[in-house]
């Protein structure tokens, strides 16, 4: 499709660094529409190619169709994907209609998904264990201090990314429908997620019943969940600072998850940590890094 034909469709004019564009269209029969289509008719998610172009979104009518158009880096909308915190994105690339990709990205990413293997499938699942493993904790955290409802919802967050691993696992990119997903597997999952919100177990029970079911998946997860981690470490000689692995694109995105899963695997000998003077900023004692 010509860009003028693009410009046309969405509304507006498309600046010389679009990487590509997806039109989503009302449809009244889909099973599953994106929310980003409320009120409007036709949502449109235009891919750029600036590294630092987060989320802009821009309205717009032409005639009597309303659009509502998503503008996007490329690293931002492929960090998107890998932490699957964006359902709407996603719904937008995998089932839109491609009106734009010269270069044939939007169309390398679609393949990429539908395949999920190798890097992709590897990052997914180690984020999705980091999730779980750091809800799994604040939901342990909060009823040891009697917090049971604040309990309860961490533990449901946390059997949303045991579910989203077990999709991974089989080999499928988890959708945003993923307990629809999970069901049909008939996994342990799911009947926890049962357990944990139609059993007529008090609510406090519940949740102590589904943190002992979370605390085993962890232990059984952990060591192939974790390969993206182990390959990291393993990439040089030198041992890393949790500052380094931070800093590294496959981890960025887990600030808050990293340092527990850091010292989950130094705790089950999965990794070694070893201490360094600590240098500069008048710090006492030693600086830790992590290797294999």
Sequence with gaps: MELSNVTLLSGETFEENVL????????????????LLHDFDMVVLVLHEEQDLEHIVRHTIAGDTRTQSVHIGLSALERAVMAGDNNELLTSLMIGEVIWDPKGILGDMRREILQFEGPLKERVEFMEFARFLHLYVK???YIEAGYIMDAYNCVLMALYHWARIEVSESGSFPEPGVWEQVKSMNT?????????????????????????ACEFGIMSKMTDCCA????????????????????????????????????????????????LWADGHGGEGHAIRYTL
């Design 20 to 35: 590509g564009a997806v039109a989503l269209r009302q449809k009244g029969s889909t099973p599953f529409q994106s929310a």
């Design 139 to 141: 939901s342990k955290r």
């Design 188 to 212: 342990s999952v799911h009947k926890l997620y049962e357990e944990l919100t139609i059993s007529t177990e008090t609510l406090e029970q519940r949740v102590e019943l589904v943190l002992l």
């Design 228 to 275: 993206l981690l182990f390959n990291i470490l393993n990439s040089r000689k030198e041992a890393w600072s949790i500052k380094e692995l931070l800093q590294h694109s496959g981890l960025c995105q887990l600030e808050a998850e990293l340092p527990l899963v850091l010292r989950k695997l130094v705790s089950r000998s999965l990794i070694r940590e070893i201490t």
